[in-house]
């Protein structure tokens, strides 16, 4: 199927020359062409330009884009959307002054998502799991990582990166799968840190790798959860696997956290909410993505990632949901855009660019994702009406978006 969109108001992220990813000052271009077409041959993105420019190109179906942005889909490269059901109580208890840290302790958060998991069959979890995912190709996800880390038991991690490998396999868009069962003690090894962690390394890697079932591996590297030799040694036994690490860090505090994520080469060290100046400085020259998650910030009324001093250092940023039932039960990567504009002064460029080719480098996926540069996926978002992408982030409560196409075809 060949597919021209012909006058494009602004067609965003177009990349003659494919980037990995943007850094610093870099950040604050977005490439635009204005008045411009775009076409589409099969599933990927095959030729572009300005309308004055358009040549004879044979297509099957023809959409009029005038007074529309089209852009690049959002990557989003972090998400924990297989989970089973829901934690609205502890969301309620926290607006009735409980802190997410005192929730845990009781025996919520993490570990109460762990249980309402393990007694989810597989194909109910895969069910729930499927609607999520949906949901966020409507809101213009084009391709997406999902952790594990609410299974807890070797069982119970298989069944969640089974069910991520199904949602690949049916819905087609870019997933890549993260393991991370190093994400809480669970209740059963509370007396037994090291059991647990032996059990991560000894049964549930090699398990992972046998299957095929992760790119990743990822841990919550933060008090209460664990230290920074803990992460270390799982990272350790995922690398010897051929996992990749991709690590949750300075959440709540500093401690370390990016110092091991740096030191492993981890593609990514996600939240980093509290970061103290070294923490900033020990990314510099790295090829490790920083990634901020503004709705889980919004979300738990923590403070937001100091996304200017990261990129004012000169380093990248990319941005993604962080859905999951507890922190951030949402996968809107238009808030996260509009969020990241709104309280954490990035500006639309510098947040588009963070959601579109970073994210997609925080996942390992630059070359085929991310931007608008021939031989790329089409995965594209076709806005309404609008004066400019300026107005995506302003006017934040709307839906902008009036077409999702993923892999050359609308959904
Ligand atoms: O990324 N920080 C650790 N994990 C999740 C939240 C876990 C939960 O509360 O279920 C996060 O925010
Ligand atoms: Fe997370």
New binding site residues.
């Given amino acids: 199927m060949k597919v021209l969109i012909r006058n494009i108001k602004q067609l965003l992220q177009v990349r003659d020359n494919p980037v990995r990813k943007v850094s610093g000052k870099e950040m604050k271009t977005l490439p635009v062409l204005e008045n411009a077409f775009l076409f589409i041959d099969g599933d990927h993105i095959a030729d572009y330009g300005k309308m004055e420019d358009l040549p004879n190109h044979e297509s099957d179906e023809i959409i009029d884009a005038s007074g529309r942005v089209v852009m690049p889909a959002w990557c989003d490269s972090h998400t924990?959307i297989v989970y089973a059901g829901n934690r609205e109580q502890e969301f309620v208890d926290r607006i009735n002054g409980l802190t997410y840290e005192e929730i845990a302790n009781r025996g919520g958060?993490?570990l109460n998502?762990a249980k309402k998991l393990q007694d989810t069959p597989e194909e109910e979890l895969y069910k729930q799991s499927a609607k999520r995912l949906e949901e966020v190709m409507t809101l213009g996800t084009g391709a997406i990582e999902i952790k594990s880390g609410y299974g807890l038991t070797p069982d119970a991690e298989l069944k969640m990166l089974r069910v991520a490998k199904k949602l690949k396999a049916n819905y087609g868009i870019p997933v890549k799968a993260t393991f991370l069962g190093a994400?809480a003690i669970p209740a059963t090894y509370r007396n037994d840190r090291k059991g647990y962690i032996d059990l991560i390394i000894n049964e549930m890697i090699p398990a992972v790798a046998r299957e095929g079932l992760a790119e990743y591996v990822d841990a919550?590297c933060e008090k209460g959860y664990f230290t920074t030799e803990e992460t270390e040694r799982v990272l350790e036994a995922g690398k010897a696997f051929g996992l990749i690490p991709k690590i949750?860090v300075n959440?709540f505090h500093a401690i370390g956290g990016v110092q091991v994520g740096v030191k492993h080469n981890a593609l990514s060290v996600d939240?980093l909410e509290v970061m103290r100046e070294e923490d900033i400085k020990v990314l510099k020259g790295t090829e490790t993505m920083p990634v901020a998650l503004p709705s889980?910030s919004y979300f738990l009324s923590i403070p937001y990632t100091p996304a200017r001093q990261i990129i004012d250092a000169g380093l990248p940023l990319a941005l993604a949901t962080?859905y999951?039932?507890?922190?951030?039960p949402s996968g809107n990567m238009n808030f996260v855009v509009a969020t990241a504009c709104i309280k954490m002064r990035m500006t639309p460029e510098e947040a588009i660019n963070a959601a579109t080719i970073n994210g997609a480098y925080a996942m390992g996926l630059s070359d085929t994702c991310g931007s608008i540069s021939r031989g790329k996926k089409a995965n594209l978002i076709i806005t309404g009406e609008i004066p400019g992408y300026a107005y995506l982030p302003y006017a934040f409560g709307s839906n902008h978006i009036e077409r999702v196409i993923l892999n050359g075809k609308l959904i």
């Fill in positions: 924990h958060g993490i998502s994400h919550f949750h959440q939240h889980c962080d999951n039932p507890g922190s951030t």
